[in-house]
């Protein structure tokens, strides 16, 4: 007998094949040629905009908006780029209602910002369809720069650095490079494999050399790429993810939610993928959304968002949790876990109610228990090891606004790094900021 | 319910809304429809004489331009008048007009510019029962380089002459059609009235090119790698026909004689707006082509709307209620001063009226690091600009200073009328004070 959504415990092949295929499908249809200049015809470019200085990419949204407007979508993708190298995956994936379409006037003023996003996305699809790549390279200086970490702020910055003249090696732990853009995102934001074709694109200026497998600590030093390198730039994310710390969390079918996420982004076929019947996430962010919305689509029957405060403090935006929620997601707020329950796998998890007050966070006498085959935790990500020698501040590498460590001839960027907040914008930004001054610092006479 | 009832120089129609002799009124089929949708009047696309008739080019006849959305702003042709034969016409018009007896037919001509051909064809239309004609010296492509059309509405002369010949040959009212592609609209309407027209309409349409294929390096609408100038028309040209409509009733040599008013005209407001500067009625063509003809369901219910709410018992009453107030530059009012008032509730900090005052104009708006707009009175020019560019309808308004206040920019308290005949930077004054 196959299986179904009602199979108990953790399966593979709760759907059909073909709602595989419809689940995990572009979340948002890109515009098409005259959507996309109704849409930027709304824009009224505005001075000194607030759309821009919401971007942590500083890209003149304005001036990309008003190429497309004028029928020249590929100068608007050259804006973009010219900022934000990895201005594609950013219109998939940025908190845009968070960022420039909340401050967007026409958001304050109407409640419909101009698609900004998707009008991103319209200009950076047509540009990166069509070769050649739109930047080339200075004359080579000659210098070598090492970048820890193919994610978004180790692209960014080696794309920048290449452009700039340097030749530049990037290292990376994992297999296949794309950090988070390709192990950490949800699939149906970036399908038809855009992270790699957008590594490939941004690769194709040339003079960088991407080295897999090699993590920092285990197959390459601190000391040696400073030692074999004119500059290096870490830009590894973060490896280590927060324990739940609740009685039970041992059992069997209790994981991050990143490796939940990681696993369904490198599946070769959805249906073979297991999930629960009843999943329960663990935390307010938009890992947990991406876990609990994707659990939902592989066919898990149940998927329910605790998060321990009020739903006004989850750093998930009121966009994800709609769409959370649209997809049958429950979420239930002020609760926190004090234990998962099973008999070697997990059956139900417990939580407390809490109360969030000045006095910080208290759980209160009441609990109750949630079914659940999976439990996932998507409790936030610290810093893995990191090399001796670095100074940390708020469990992160400290940089200066150029993007310095406390080591000479080293940079940092991105979620291992402090300042901002973790997204892939943001990692763009330091990325590229880091390149520039790593740039200038090399080339002082 | 308002009454529209519209008499135009004699001609009754239910309401003051007809379509332009255009496309639309070149057939039975079509005008029929017209008449079914509402349509107070029809002026039948121009004749031509007896004969083979004209043929038109069989490759695009339209071009256009078009605001957000593809909304359409602008049309242009290089159609020609029928190109079906003229007893086919004849005994069109002569059906329709009398299965609808109480709607406005009025014939469009355009013969060659002799008195025997003119005498001819009038006394065809005499005998389909229309209302009226209305002589197209207007159209400004193909026509106008056989000797018709335009080329005779730019030589006010032959205005009068065919005017008259066609006032001499026929009892019917005759409405005589002006070109907009002279340098100075009231001669030739001035000329029409010699001649004994009982009404100008206008304008026809403007010469134009829409627009230039960049790629083929070639005009638009382009047949076969090449292009003519064309006939524009639409909602962009009905700024460039109000002032031509209101030049003709404050001219006294022209001032009375009955207007029709065409160009532009879309919706039930731009009808007010032709009718306030002078218009005894309308034609409407392009928002028809546009839309459909059901349009002037929107017309009707509007004008009624208006009339109900201003108390007008009839079309008459709104007929050339603005033309006192349409005066020449010297008679303004140099003391009436204005400021720039931006209401901070209504603006959404979008900063293009900073943009257009701090680059284009004065340097009249300041900025603060919160994005809040304010004007400076002391800079301020009133020029409008602000307003006019601010996405925000009644974000921004000029607020008059109370006569006795001092203007902040001068200093100069407001002062009574007065206009720049008495000004003493008007060499004239200077002169006189010598």
Known sequence: MSTSQLTPGVVPGRLPAEAYCRNFADLEAPLGPHEARVAADRCYFCHDAPCVTACPTAIDIPLFIRQIATGTPEAAARTIFSQNILGGMCARVCPTEQLCEQVCVREVAEGKPVEIARLQRHATDILMAKAPHPFSRAPATGKRVAVVGAGPAGLAAAHRLAMLGHEVTIFDARPKPGGLNEYGIASYKAPGDFAQQEVDWLLSIGGITLDCGKALGREVTLDGLRASHDAVFLGMGLAGVNALRAEGEDLQHVRPAVDFIAALRQAEDLASLPVGRDVVVVGGGMTAIDAAVQAKLLGAETATIVYRRGQEKMSASRHEQDHATSHGVRIICNAAPVKVHGNGTVREVEFAYTADGPGGLTLLPETFRLKADQLFTAIGQRLGDVPEGLALAEGKIAIDASGRTSLAGVWAGGDCATGGEDLTVTAVAQGRDAAIDIHAALMRP | ?434
């Open chain 2, 1 to 434: 319910m308002a009454n529209l009832q519209s008499d135009f120089i004699g001609i009754k129609s239910p309401n003051p809304f007809w379509l332009a002799s255009a496309p639309p009124t070149d057939k039975e089929y079509n005008v029929r429809r017209a008449f079914q949708a509402g349509w107070g009047g029809v002026v039948w696309k121009t004749l031509g004489s007896e004969g083979p008739p004209v043929v038109n080019v069989n490759g695009p006849r339209y071009g256009a331009i078009w605001g957000a959305d593809r909304r359409l702003l602008g049309l242009n042709n290089i159609e020609l008048i029928t190109d079906r034969p003229l007893e086919v016409n004849l005994r069109e018009i002569k059906s329709v007009k009398r299965d609808y007896p109480d709607r406005a037919l009025v014939v469009s001509l355009m013969v060659p510019c002799d008195e025997d051909s003119w005498k001819a064809i009038l006394a065809h239309v005499e005998d389909t029962g229309a209302d009226g004609v209305e002589l197209n010296f207007g159209c400004p492509h193909g026509m106008a380089e056989r000797g018709m059309g335009s080329a005779v509405g730019q030589v006010p002369e032959y205005i009068q002459m065919v005017t008259a010949w066609v006032k001499k040959h026929s009892r019917m009212p005759c409405i005589v059609k002006l070109t907009p592609n002279v340098t100075d609209i009231r001669k030739p309407a001035e000329a029409a009235r010699r001649g004994g027209a009982d009404a100008v309409s206008l304008i026809n349409t403007i010469n134009s090119i829409t627009g230039v294929d960049i790629d083929a390096f070639a005009p638009m609408p382009t047949i076969d790698g090449k292009g003519t100038h064309g006939g524009y028309c639409g909602p962009a040209v009905k700024p460039i026909a109000l002032n031509m409509v209101a030049e003709i009733a404050r001219n006294p040599a022209t001032h009375g004689l009955p207007i029709s008013g065409i160009g532009g005209v879309t919706t039930w407001r731009d009808a007010v707006e032709f009718m306030l500067l002078g218009a005894g009625n309308v034609q409407v063509c392009t928002a028809a082509m546009t839309y459909g003809f059901r349009i002037v369901q929107e017309m009707i219910s509007g004008l009624s709307d208006y009339m109900d709410a201003k108390g007008f018992a009839s079309t008459a009453d709104i007929v050339g209620r603005a033309i006192p107030n349409v005066t020449d530059w010297q008679y303004l009012n140099l003391n009436y001063i204005t400021k720039a008032q931006i209401d901070q509730d209504l603006c959404i900090k979008c900063g293009r009226c900073y943009a257009a005052c701090e680059d284009t104009s004065h340097q009249a708006i300041a900025m603060s690091p919160d994005r809040t707009f304010t004007v400076k009175d002391e800079d301020c020019v009133a020029c409008n600009l602000c307003v006019d560019v601010c996405p925000v309808e009644t974000c921004i308004t000029m607020r008059e200073l109370p006569k006795g206040t001092p203007d902040p920019r001068t200093g100069k308290p407001v002062g009574d009328y007065a206009n720049w005949l008495s000004h003493p930077n008007n060499p004239a004054v200077r002169d006189a004070a010598e």
